[in-house]
């Protein structure tokens, strides 16, 4: 009933009838879709908002500041990631891979470095990279908490884990994701 209740929020949210701010996308398990109604928010900026430049390469490049909450029973681990599908087709750029954050942790400081880093697809190093996006106009960037009943184990070294080997070797409870905007100067 939650989902629903999320997905009605959406779509309102779409057609422009309804104030947006704060609502994060929420998903659960097919199998038990009401433990959780697990969310994900920022103190620096709102869903469907617009990131500030500090969190750039026009800025100081920190990690936005998160934090989420309501996780369905059986968490064990949380992680998180950054990304956003550029325009022309090419692959997800991914900005952060972060994983090994314990059930009792509910939020990453700005500029934090808790958990274990997987590697972004900008530089491939295991940190934070700031969108450094090429054209003018708006970027959507996608930012996802994700509620796993257990710590991932991977078949290769953490200095070469991507968001996609994260995702593949873990069970996911739920998720949650804020969409934020960014225009270059």
Known sequence: MKNWYLRAGAALCLLGLAGCS??????????????????????????????GAQFTCDGAGVSPALEW????EGTKSFALTMHHFP????????????YDLSASTDHLEQGGTLGSWGINTVNHNTAYTPPCSKGPGR????????????APVFSKPKSEITMDDLLTATTTLATSSMRVGYARP
Do not use: C, R
């Open 69 to 72: 909450k309501n996780a369905p």
């Open 139 to 150: 970027k959507e960037y996608i930012l996802t908490v994700y509620a796993l009943s257990a």
């Open 87 to 98: 325009p022309n087709n090419e692959a997800k750029h991914v900005y952060m891979v972060v």
């Open 22 to 51: 704060g609502y994060a996308q929420t998903t659960s398990t097919p199998s038990n879709p009401t433990t959780s109604s697990l969310t994900l928010s920022s103190p620096a900026f709102l869903d469907g908002g617009l990131m």
